[in-house]
């Protein structure tokens, strides 16, 4: 299992802790169990039910079962740009051009890592509509789409904004 931090001279990468996925993945499972258990029960209560359970958990157990069998990176960052596959709206690469400020927010439960973005609709352009909305709430409240909050990053905001300095180029 490789480390949540691999830090190089020209690179940091940076993943998520393998917990959360799982823990995710056995919810989804006994969810989905319960759900079916309820479609075999009978009964329209236990139908409806069960149909919903099925639905809500079979959908988490498989979104939790990707993320663990692709093991992509939250965020890689080089000499040229960061690639975000963390935040809400998975920004992808991001040349240090477009890129303003990196700030770290207290919130709670730690703190968020906010990657500021100098067009942030650019950015909300290269998402998903849903993905899209979620950020400019995100840019209007945090200022930029970008944010990694406490809960996905495996070391304090506060290292992976020095390294993010550190690996940004001299303007």
């Not at 290269?126 to 495996?154: C, F, H, I, N, W």
Request: avoid cysteine.
């Amino acid at each position: 299992m490789s480390p949540p931090v691999v830090r190089e001279p020209d690179r940091v990468e940076v993943r998520a802790p393998r917990t959360a996925p799982v823990v995710a993945l056995v919810t989804g499972v006994i969810g989905l169990a319960a759900g079916v258990w309820l479609l075999l029960a009978g009964g329209t209560a236990n139908l409806v039910l069960g149909a919903v359970l099925v639905v809500f958990f079979g959908v988490g157990a498989v979104r939790a079962a990707l993320r663990l069998a692709r093991g992509k990176p939250l965020l890689v960052a080089t000499r040229e740009g960061v690639d975000d596959g963390g935040s809400i709206v998975a920004a992808g690469f991001l040349p240090w051009s477009e890129l303003g400020t990196i700030d770290v927010l207290r919130a709670r439960g730690g703190s968020m890592l906010v990657i500021g973005v100098r067009d942030p609709e650019a950015v909300l352009a290269r998402t998903t509509p849903a993905r899209a909305k979620v950020g400019r709430a995100q840019a209007g409240r945090l200022g930029s789409p970008v944010v990694l909050p406490p809960s996905v990053l495996p070391v304090p905001a506060d290292e992976l904004a020095a390294d993010l300095e550190r690996l940004r180029p001299e303007s």
